[in-house]
């Protein structure tokens, strides 16, 4: 066992029996290497990675290859989604040397964690250009021991120009409705018209574009704006990418038809395709985005949760082949496809003809070695619905048996935010209080397990331990939102309470005072080559927007001058990139519709909710929740409530539930009638 032992992250476990000698990140290793006077090899993963897999498997594991890097170097691991500020930043210098980048990140320092070689996956051997594993440690270490000027000439150039690098904020104004428009316009020119999403292979679920498209067109009424979100989601519903016999989204799709995934599972993913979809159904009242919705919450609750109530963070892309060679080898995707016979061998002749037509499965195979990715081709034939329910619980339980993909259980804060967020809109609009309920236990032990005395988050737990390392922006921004959207569901103030703890810190800590200019780490954090600073989104919303749009909505909430400020002042930046590069920076141009709209403000109130008595204060409520406006707030409970300050000074009209619906200052009439409230808010 080497140094990864005692660490609380699956992925750094994972190579805790490897024969290199690792060291997690920290001061000692980089001690280590200034005593030994040797390079550092910084290797960053995360546990649902294949190709770290495969490095591991080919190199780390090797007797030979281990005593080669222990002899010459220090070696220190990192899990990426443990160290989000590590890998961002040694990843922006992989990208400006090679200009690619991706995971496993291969990184040569300094013992001054200075970066000066970069790669990402080596083989054990020469091969397609690239050199083995071996020879890139021995050139390293030549290059160390011969030309160690060359190397400390190379390094500071790097840092100096990762230093100088600054992000143009434009003139730090809000975007308006020019920008927005000019948004929409760029994402229609990247539009697949064909197939839905954008760009081409591989293509990535664009959740943060949709929410962006769905908001506009309830602003603008833009019909394109829907017609891309409507059409982009069915796609990826039909396709491969989405799991049709347990629900869940696979990371990405390899090719642009959606139809073979990178068959990795991911929180934050499904966290933010369930919100969609939810969202979707609320604009247009699609039965396949409801169906996607509760199924992804369902898989969600299913497999991600933990004993302790959170979520983990991930299931492998790979499990072991069930083929019963008894080779014990792990193979992508294995536990979701399928071949003609495995239909016959699970369902009979028969329904495994149905199966086959309904799900797409040929006898060449869409995936490897003749086996399919199951999809719903569009298709002209009816098919009977009960006996395809029946063929699909029959497939389900048999893919039960298979050895299933590892799970990665660590608790990451900000995935978890999002999963809340999910979780509580879902079970609200469709009546699933077990889904509300869910959320809840996921925040109740963020606030039990991941909050210090102070209101300062830890990024990761695992078994009920938290870990060590600091939450960063994004933690908080997207536990604010879990939290904002759990007090409007709930109406317990309690979450609006942790919110503005949360997002006190936004501004204390992470928020550049002269600019309004919003960094990734903490000004008391620990301080790397270069203090993380990325505004675009990636696979989940950047820390700067989704702290710009939580700051927005808790300012809607309570009235905070202050932090509606800092909300206009970090969207400043969604100004200037989104009329460049709207697919990365969708979350921002969200928040931006918001604020455009106002956002509205809807309190509701009433004697009670519960209870025969209750039943048109609840339809009131569902009316609120439901309604399409752009980042609409929603406060509910009793007159002389003080849960939220919304509820202030909002006194029953002729004794029956009311509503009143605010923004910029002005408010409309109070309402008793749904009707009239459904119409102030979807229009």
């Known amino acids: 066992m080497n140094r990864l032992a005692g660490t609380t992250s699956p992925y750094l476990l994972q190579h805790a029996d490897n024969p290199v000698d690792w060291w997690p990140w920290g001061p000692e290793a980089f001690e280590e290497a200034k005593r030994r006077d ?160 954008f760009g081409g292979a591989p293509k990535f679920p664009p959740s943060m574009v949709i929410e962006f498209l769905l908001r506009h067109h309830a602003r603008t009424g833009a019909e394109g704006a829907l017609q891309m979100a409507r059409d982009t989601c069915e796609r990826m519903a039909r396709g491969g990418i989405y799991d049709q016999l347990g629900g869940g989204f696979a990371r990405y799709s390899v090719d642009r038809d959606w139809i073979v995934p990178h068959f990795e599972k991911m929180l934050y993913d499904n966290a933010l395709l369930c919100r969609v979809y939810a969202h979707l159904w609320r604009a247009t009242g699609s039965a396949l985005a409801r169906r996607v919705a509760l199924e992804t919450a369902d898989f969600m609750v299913r497999e991600l949760r933990t004993a302790e109530g959170g979520f983990a963070s991930a299931l492998d892309a790979d499990s072991e082949d069930d083929s019963g060679d008894g080779s014990g080898r792990h193979v992508e995707g294995a536990y979701y496809v399928w071949t003609p016979g495995q239909l016959a061998e699970a369902l009979g002749e028969d329904d495994a003809r149905t199966a086959a037509e309904y799900f797409g499965v040929t006898e060449e195979g869409t995936f490897e070695e003749g086996a399919s990715v199951l999809q719903l081709p569009q298709q002209e034939g009816v098919f009977d619905a009960e006996k395809v329910a029946g063929i699909r619980a029959r497939l389900l339980e048999r893919r039960a048996e298979r050895p299933a993909p590892g799970r990665d259980d660590k608790v990451v804060a900000a995935w978890n935010g999002l999963a809340i967020a999910a979780l509580a809109e879902t079970g609200a609009y469709f009546g699933r209080p077990d889904l509300v309920e869910a959320a809840v236990g996921a925040a109740d032990l963020l606030v039990r397990l991941h909050l210090d005395d102070q209101a300062r988050l830890f990024r990761t737990s695992k078994d009920g331990r938290a870990g060590t390392h600091a939450g960063v922006l994004e933690d908080y921004g997207d536990v604010a939102e879990g939290f904002l959207a759990l007090a409007s569901v709930t109406g317990e103030g309690v979450w609006l309470e942790f919110a503005g703890l949360l997002l006190d810190h936004v501004l204390a800590r992470f928020t550049d005072p002269e600019s309004g200019a919003l960094f990734d780490t903490a000004a008391d954090a620990e301080r790397l080559i270069r203090r993380p600073q990325d505004p675009t989104d990636n696979a989940a919303p950047s820390g700067w927007t989704a702290a710009a749009a939580a700051l927005l909505s808790y300012a809607a909430q309570t009235g905070s001058d202050p932090h509606r400020t800092a909300a206009e002042r970090a969207l400043g930046v969604v100004a200037a990139l989104g009329p460049r590069v709207p697919r990365f920076v969708g979350w921002g141009l969200a928040a931006a519709e918001a604020l455009l709209d106002g956002p509205r403000e809807v309190a509701v109130v009433a004697e009670r909710f519960e209870g025969a008595e209750g039943e048109a204060a609840r339809e009131l409520l569902r009316t609120a929740l439901l309604g399409t406006a752009p980042g609409a707030v929603v406060a509910y409970g009793a007159t002389d409530s003080d849960e939220f300050p919304l509820l202030a000074g909002r006194p029953l009209r002729d004794g029956e539930p009311t509503a009143y619906v605010c923004r910029n200052f002005t408010c409309d009439a109070p309402t008793t009638d749904p009707e009239r409230l459904r119409t102030a808010l979807n229009g």
């Not at 021995?138 to 060359?150: I, K, L």
């Not at 230093?163 to 143009?168: F, K, L, W, Y």
Request: with cysteine; net charge negative; proline share 7%.
């Open 38 to 197: 040797v390079p550092v090899l910084l290797s960053v993963g995360y546990s649902a990675c294949h190709w770290c897999h495969v490095m591991a498997h080919e190199s780390f594991e090797d007797q030979e290859t281990a005593d080669l890097l222990n002899a010459g170097f220090v070696a220190v691991k990192v899990d990426r989604e443990e160290r989000p500020d590590v890998d961002a930043v040694y990843m922006e210098a992989v990208q400006a040397a090679t200009g690619q980048g991706g995971w496993p990140m291969t990184v040569f320092l300094t013992p001054d964690a200075e970066p000066f070689y970069f790669g990402t996956y080596f083989p054990p051997a020469p091969r397609h250009g690239m050199p083995s594993f071996r020879q890139v440690l021995e050139g390293v270490r030549q290059a160390w021991d011969g030309r160690r000027d060359e190397v400390a000439e190379v390094a500071g150039k790097i840092v100096r120009d990762l230093s100088g690098r600054e992000i143009s904020y434009g003139d730090g104004s809000p975007p308006g409705e020019q920008q927005q428009a000019q948004a929409l316009l760029g994402l229609t020119r990247e539009y697949d018209a064909q197939r839905g999403g």
